[in-house]
C-alpha cells in the first residue's frame, strides 16, 4: 500500500491512523550549512549544491531549511511528538540529521517522548576540503524507540546486529532528483529493522528516495512533501519503482 500526502506533515499526519507505522524514516531539512548562525538563513541552492552545468543547483530550493537552532529543536520536538502518536509500541523512529544540528536532534527526540537508542553513522566519502581540519565527510541517522524494545534472544537466534556504519557514496549532482537527495542503497539498509510487509512513513520524503526504498524491499508506504514540485517527482519515481517491480514479476 502506498499512501502519498501533499502538505505540511504537521497537518497531514492527522490523516494517518495513531499506532498504523512501524517505522519512521524521515530526512527533515537539516536549517544548516557554513559555521554562523547567519549562514543558515541562506538558500538551500547556496548552502548545498554545486553550480557547475547541470550540476544539483539546477533543482528547487526547498523551505523550511532556515531555522536558527532553538526554532529547529522546538519544531523537530512538535514533528516527533505527532509522529510518535502515528507509531505502534516498539515501533522505530530514524531521522537524519547532519553534526551542526545532532544535540539538537537527540534533545528534540527524547523531548517528544521517544527513547533515543543511538547514532548510526553514514560516510558519505566525500566533504568540502578543508586543509589541516578533520573531514565533515559523514551525516548521522539518530534511532529511538517507542517505549521498550526488548530482545528475545530465544527467537533472535542467528541473527545479526545490524551494522552502525554505513559506506555509501553520495548521488552524483548531475543525477539527482533532489538537491539533497539520499541514495536509495542506504535507505533500503536502514530499512532493515522493519519488519517485511511493514509500514514506513517519510513526513519529508522530498524526492520520495525513502518511498522507492519501500517499495524495492516490499513494504508499506505513507509519505508526505510541501513542495509542489518536489510532491510530482516523488509520485512519479515512487510509480515507476512500483511498475519495475510489476515487470519484473
Ligand atoms: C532534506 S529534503 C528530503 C530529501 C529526500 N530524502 C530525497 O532523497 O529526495 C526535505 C524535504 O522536506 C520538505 N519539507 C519542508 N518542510 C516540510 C513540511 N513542513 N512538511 C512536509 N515537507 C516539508 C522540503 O520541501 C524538502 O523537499
Known amino acids: 500500500m ?19 507505522v512501524d517505522l519512521i524514516l524521515c530526512d527533515p531539512p537539516y536549517s544548516s ?29 526547498f523551505s523550511g531549511d532556515n531555522m536558527d537552532q532553538r526554532s529547529f529543536t522546538a519544531f523537530m ?8 502518536q502515528k507509531t505502534r509500541e516498539g515501533g522505530i523512529l530514524e531521522m537524519f540529521v547532519d553534526w551542526r544540528n545532532l544535540p539538537a536532534m537527540t534533545d528534540a527526540v527524547q523531548m517528544a517522548g521517544w527513547v533515543w537508542r543511538g547514532v548510526v553513522v553514514w560516510d558519505k566519502g566525500i ?30 537466534k542467528g541473527t ?15 543525477q539527482r532528483f533532489h ?18 510487509g511493514g509500514t514506513v512513513l517519510d ?10 526504498a519501500a517499495v524495492k524491499t516490499g513494504r508499506s508506504f505513507i509519505g508526505m512533501e510541501l513542495s509542489d514540485q518536489y510532491f510530482d517527482t516523488a509520485t512519479k519515481r515512487i510509480q515507476e519503482a512500483e511498475d519495475e517491480l510489476l515487470n519484473d514479476f
Open 77 to 84: 520536538r512538535w514533528v516527533c511528538s505527532e509522529l510518535r
Open 160 to 174: 545479526k546486529a545490524l551494522p552502525g556504519v554505513y559506506h555509501v557514496p553520495i548521488v552524483a549532482p548531475k
Open 203 to 212: 513526513a519529508f520524503m522530498g524526492s520520495g528516495s525513502t518511498g522507492v
Open 127 to 156: 566533504s568540502r576540503n578543508q586543509p589541516g581540519r578533520f573531514r565533515n565527510d559523514c551525516e548521522f541517522v539518530v534511532w529511538c524507540s517507542n517505549g521498550d524494545l526488548p530482545i528475545d534472544w530465544k527467537a533472535a
Open 33 to 61: 550549512g557554513g559555521t554562523h548562525a547567519g549562514d543558515r538563513k541562506a538558500s538551500t541552492t547556496a548552502k548545498y549544491t554545486d553550480n557547475d552545468f547541470n550540476g544539483a543547483a539546477r533543482l528547487p530550493a
Open 2 to 20: 502506498i499512501r502519498l500526502l501533499h502538505g505540511d506533515c504537521l497537518a497531514m499526519l492527522k490523516e494517518v491512523e495513531p499506532g498504523s
Open 179 to 196: 538537491q539533497t537527495e539520499k541514495p536509495v542503497e542506504l535507505l533500503e539498509s536502514l530499512l532493515a529493522i522493519c519488519p517485511p
